[in-house]
């Protein structure tokens, strides 16, 4: 394969204002992050809830909770996009109507639906982490809390919760990976991050093997930057004897 390799063309003119490709990827990095970072603030509160309501003795909340998971969980990620962006709009008041599809600039229209789709979709993810980091504890922890006089709500406050987010760091990271990995499926609807800056630059400049060879380095520092950052915060907050806890 003789093919000429020319990175000089990211800091060619794009032919639209004075840009450069180079500020296509940097704009779409930043669209990139700003997706996964709220849809994961959303994903990990809603989740974390939904994990709790899962271990609660009765029946509602835990049924309630498992429901949600089958259901997000089970539903393809793309067909959920499709649903928030294009069904459900046309389902709200008329006046949240106009608002969302006329007065919104399509990005933000766009921003909105991929946010809530990624985080509606990994809080179920995260409701399972959530679930299993609390079942894994010993059964004592909650008896002892229950004897001392706490209730409920402070059990898992300031009993379950604290040593199962510490257990359940590894899987958490794994999520939080996909989350940015998944933000992909924006450019499907129009929200020009990563993935679609990058087709858009092989597109205009016919440097094709350029524009997704830098892409996969962006997402590879990027994932790699955000696994180095959770391994230290497992470091720092492991239980001994637990998960590879130190002794």
Not at 89 to 107: N, V
Not at 112 to 125: D, G
Not at 214 to 230: E, H, K, R
Request: hydrophobic content about 55%.
């Amino acid at each position: 394969m003789n093919y000429h390799w020319d990175w000089s063309v990211f800091f060619k003119s794009t032919g639209i204002g004075s840009e450069i490709y180079l500020d296509w990827f940097v704009s779409g990095l930043g669209w990139t992050i700003a997706v996964a970072m709220v849809a994961w603030s959303i994903a990990l509160l809603l989740g974390s809830v939904l994990g709790v309501m899962r271990t609660l003795p009765g029946k509602w909340l835990p049924r309630i909770a498992t429901a949600y998971v089958e259901l997000f969980r089970n539903v393809p990620l793309l067909v959920q996009l499709f649903i928030w962006y294009f069904v459900v709009p046309d389902y709200l008041p008329e006046s949240t109507q106009i608002w969302f599809k006329q007065e919104l600039h399509p990005s933000t229209s766009a921003y909105i639906s991929v946010v809530v789709c990624l985080a509606l979709f990994t809080a179920a993810r995260v409701c399972e982490q959530v679930r299993t980091g609390i079942q894994a504890l010993p059964k004592g922890q909650g008896a002892a809390a229950l004897a001392v006089g706490f209730s409920v709500a402070q059990m898992y406050r300031h009993v379950l919760l604290p040593q199962a987010f510490r257990v359940i760091i590894p899987p958490l990271t794994s999520e939080f990976l996909n989350i940015f990995k998944n933000t992909s499926i924006a450019s499907l609807i129009g929200l020009m991050e990563l993935l679609a800056q990058t087709k858009q630059t092989a597109e205009f400049s016919a440097n094709m093997f350029e524009a997704f060879t830098l892409a996969t380095v962006i997402y590879f520092i990027l994932n790699m930057s955000l696994m180095g950052l959770m391994s230290l915060i497992e470091k720092k907050v492991r239980i001994p004897g637990m998960m590879g806890g130190a002794k």
